[in-house]
């Protein structure tokens, strides 16, 4: 009888395992089914947008609204700017004022360089960059790792004709002058002067950084190019209304150039004027006063008379003290000021808490959502933008020492800062 115990044994045995692997089989694998039906993208910009909507759990449980922000560090280049930087290019493409072979250049404090920097070479140009030397260095060193050069100048305000945007500006009519000498460029008028982007130079000689085989120069613009608001009209703005199924309550975010609150808000407004749209502003911007009380400046002083370098924050790539074309753009419910002390205890809340490692900007976008949901009250839906990581933020808004020197150790242990216990 013992052989025969064993062979039933056995035979249970292999049916149990036979049973197991057919249920296994037989199971539904929804991630793998869902990850084979994506087609590849066809190079890297369209890779570029349709980035997840991510709910901080922190900030949603501290405040009882549910506050979700928009994942743009995951875009190739590392930030919301990869769309910006897409567009610019493909429209100065398609309108003829850039070429391949082309250089494109730009002044930015941000990100903008270097999602510029990433693009340019998709659609066979290069990039020259003009940026201020108080910038946080890794953004310099990330742009010549990526091919672009770099020219690190003194912050001065805009109205000097050496602010980083107004050399980049130069930088393209020189580009066009030398194709010019070639043979290769069309960017003249009829009277023989080099133009970039519609505007004639000033009288002046550079010594030129560009190759001599190169077709011309375009100057990006990203203040004042609409092609910068395009991009969320078209692409961000959309994108925040399908993922939430249109059922939203607010949007919230920083405004540098203003193409990202421009565009959003004008679209999601468009679909629904029940939405609300808020500015969160820095120190040492202009605009929190202009949407609460309509000037600039604050009332000791006079719009437009204010001369020294206004900015006086830690976080980079936002906040300024005029309007451009793509902030003109921004339908706008109202306005909230944020500190440096505030963005930089966000910035620490958020990696302790949800894991999220975010750059300045992030973090005072975090902050105008809890702002934003004290002001509407539990219950509501509210959307920011997570512009990029704190990789590009490590040697100023992530640095104990620099922190220390300017008084901005964080020391909370949770939302009291918000006024949240």
Known sequence: MAPVKATGAVFAALS????SYLL?????????????????????????GNTPLIRINSLSEATGCEILGKAEFLNPGGSVKDRVAVKIIEEALESGQLAQGGVVTEGSAGSTAISLATVA??????????????????????????????????PV???????????????????????????????????????????IPEEEKQISVFSSNCTGGFFADQFENLANFRAHYEGTGPEIWE???GNLHAFVAAAGTGGTLAGVSRFLQEKSPSIKCFLIDPPGSGLFNKVTRG??????????????????????????NRLTQNILKAELDGAFRGTDMEAVEMSRYLLKND???????????????????????????IVTILCDSGMRHLSKFYNPQYLSQHGLTPTATGLEFLGIS
């Open 16 to 19: 149990i395992t036979v049973l």
């Open 24 to 48: 296994y089989k037989s199971r539904p694998r929804k991630t793998h089914k869902s990850i084979s039906k994506k087609k590849p993208r066809r190079g890297l910009t369209e890779a570029i």
């Open 121 to 154: 070479p998709a659609f066979g140009c290069t990039c020259h960059v003009v940026i201020p030397d108080d910038a946080a260095i890794e953004k310099s060193q990330i742009l010549e790792a990526i091919g672009a050069t770099v020219e690190r100048v003194r």
């Open 157 to 199: 305000s805009i109205t000097h004709r050496d602010h980083y945007v107004n050399i980049a500006r130069r930088r393209a009519l020189e580009a066009n002058e030398l194709a010019s000498k070639h043979g290769k460029s069309e960017g003249m008028d009829a009277d023989g002067l080099v133009q970039a982007n519609g505007h």
């Open 243 to 245: 993922q939430t199924g």
């Open 295 to 320: 000037v600039m400046y604050t009332r000791e002083e006079a719009e437009g008379r204010r001369l020294k370098n206004p900015f006086d924050t830690i976080t980079e790539g936002i906040g300024i």
């Open 355 to 381: 894991g999220l490692f975010v750059g300045s900007s992030s973090a005072m976008n975090c902050v105008g959502a809890v702002r934003v949901a004290q002001s509407l009250g539990p219950g509501h839906k």
